[in-house]
């Protein structure tokens, strides 16, 4: 646990939340915190919350907390089985301050399972601890430690190409379809911020009309120092609909290339006139310092150089599997070299992903990818994708992919299902060695979908090496199509706990189911 994170006794929480009657008022940190029955009266120049609150990472019993304030003060939450709070147990979180940006998080833990949970956040005055801001209230729900069903959402790119947050439609349009979902858990594939995607307040639409975006500072031109990194994170959450679907559904994010810019890899220097820092490993690392300070990430990756891969298990049924595909990805060329140099993954990365693989129990062993595996994706002349168009043997960043898959069919594990997003529509790929240039690997499916609030294009050519097949598309009749003409898509992933069936539907931006595929799952 990191500093301020909080175990709150499994027993002692089912019981202040469930038995009436019951006054608890716990102990953290060795200081006695009232029930939230008995709440701090409110004084005027009390410090707030800004941004709404958020919970990520839910596995085992536990959550990652997030909030913002206006001022530096202390985060305090209250946790509860019942909305109304009438029972609950209050814990202390961290103090923010400016080197934050006033944000904070912190995890909780000894959860119940399988239980909406209802959390509300406030920030507390150092000085007089009952002056207290309003507080601001999220549910997160953990899932069965038995055979219980699970139920997933996944999309990425979030306000690109110049498409933003448009107040006419609550923010961003697809937001409201995802949420009527009520997810266990919603996965962002990458793309959580377009660092290099200003926007304007208006864009002219086909049709004649309108669209609307919100404009602030940061969002007027590319991210460069710290604080314009921030204002990415912080003008997404001015849409209403997204930051009230923050509050009630915990999310599993990862990150790709817009967090930073377009296509980076480490070591580039852009030759771009937008940018007056051409280091991207400077804006890089602001970058991902923006990063952990907006997004709820736990501190649960085996990595030491601020990668973000982790698993993240979900009882019986499911482990997901979260990988950084971004942080050590090699420069951008033809992407045909013959050398194993761990192009995409790196040593360390892959070595955990088979070896987490292998011991893993779960039914179902989902991949999160922030880059498809199968699709052609240029930079100019060169690629910037795992695929070049070569259907031959493993070439470059497909070598780094083989190496997985190959271990995967001599260790005997089925059941793997790679996610993703980035190219800004959605499709189903079938992988056989039937039709594969390089056969060492059992067939697998990979699912593809977005974006969510961003321009739509594609579809992108498939790289026979793998040997995938695209057994559903749906993407625009042009490129950079905006939100306010559809073509916005997320997937659903849903596990049946008595069948262990895992089925998969794609669905676009009024959540009408556009394509769905059932997978029974193979034995050992």
Not at 54 to 78: N, T
Request: aromatic share 8%; proline share 7%; glycine share 10%.
């Amino acid at each position: 646990m990191t500093s301020g994170d909080v175990d709150i006794d499994r027993r002692a929480f089912v019981r202040t939340t469930a038995l009436a009657g019951l006054a608890a008022v716990p102990l953290v940190a060795g200081l006695p915190l009232r029930a939230s029955a008995a709440a701090p009266l409110v004084r005027s120049g009390r410090p707030s919350l800004t941004h709404g609150v958020q919970a990520g990472d839910v596995h085992d019993g536990s959550a990652r907390l997030w909030a913002r304030a206006d001022r530096r003060s202390r985060l305090v939450a209250e946790l509860s089985r019942d909305p109304s709070f009438r029972r609950a147990v209050t814990v202390r979180g961290p103090v923010v301050a400016q080197g934050t940006d006033f944000t904070g998080q912190w995890s909780v833990g000894g959860l119940p399972p399988g239980a909406d949970v209802h959390y509300r956040v406030r920030a507390v005055d150092l000085d007089d601890p009952r002056r207290a801001g309003e507080a601001v209230v999220g549910r997160l729900r953990t899932l069965p430690t038995g055979r219980g069903d699970v139920r997933f959402l996944w999309s990425g790119d979030i306000a690109g190409q110049g498409w933003g947050v448009n107040p006419d439609v609550g923010g961003f349009r697809i937001v409201d379809a995802m949420a009527r979902r009520d997810a266990d858990f919603f996965l962002c594939s990458g793309d959580n911020v377009y660092a290099d995607g200003p926007v304007t307040s208006s864009v002219p639409l086909p049709d004649g009309s309108i669209w609307t975006n919100l404009v602030t500072p940061e969002k007027s031109k590319v991210a460069e120092t710290l604080d314009e990194f921030r204002g990415q994170y912080r003008y997404n959450m001015m849409a209403d609909n997204w930051r009230e679907f923050l509050a009630t559904t915990s999310q599993v994010v990862q990150w790709d290339d817009h967090e930073v810019t377009n296509n980076w890899y480490p070591g580039e220097i852009l030759d771009s006139p937008l940018y007056t820092e051409k280091r991207v490993d400077v804006l890089a690392a602001r970058a991902h310092r923006a990063f952990h300070e907006y997004l709820p990430v736990a501190p649960i990756s085996p990595d030491h150089d601020g990668r973000v891969y982790r698993v993240i298990k979900h009882g019986p049924l499911l482990d997901l599997f979260v990988l950084d595909m971004r942080t050590h990805k090699d420069p951008n060329t033809l992407n045909d070299e013959r050398e194993d140099d761990g192009g995409v993954l790196g040593e360390k990365q892959t070595r955990w992903l088979i070896d987490e693989l292998e011991r893993s129990r779960a039914t179902w062993k989902v991949i999160a990818a922030d880059l498809p595996l199968g699709l052609v994706v240029p930079d100019g002349t060169e690629q910037e994708g795992i695929a070049q168009g070569d259907p031959a043997a493993p070439l470059g960043r497909e070598r780094d992919i083989a190496r997985v898959l190959t271990a995967l069919q001599r260790a005997g594990i089925r059941n793997h299902v790679w996610l993703t997003a980035d190219v800004h529509y959605t499709a189903a790929h079938h992988y056989s060695p039937d039709r594969a240039a390089y056969p060492h690997f059992d067939s697998f499916w990979e699912f593809v979908s977005g974006p969510l609030n961003a321009g739509a294009f594609g579809p992108n050519a498939l790289d026979g090496t793998f040997g995938p097949k695209a057994e559903f598309v749906a993407a625009p009749p042009r490129a950079n199509t905006g939100p306010g003409e559809g073509f916005q898509f997320f997937g659903e992933v849903e596990i049946d706990g008595d069948s262990k069936q895992l089925t998969v539907t794609l669905r676009d931006v009024e959540g009408a189911a556009l394509f769905t595929k059932q997978l029974d799952p193979e034995r050992r």
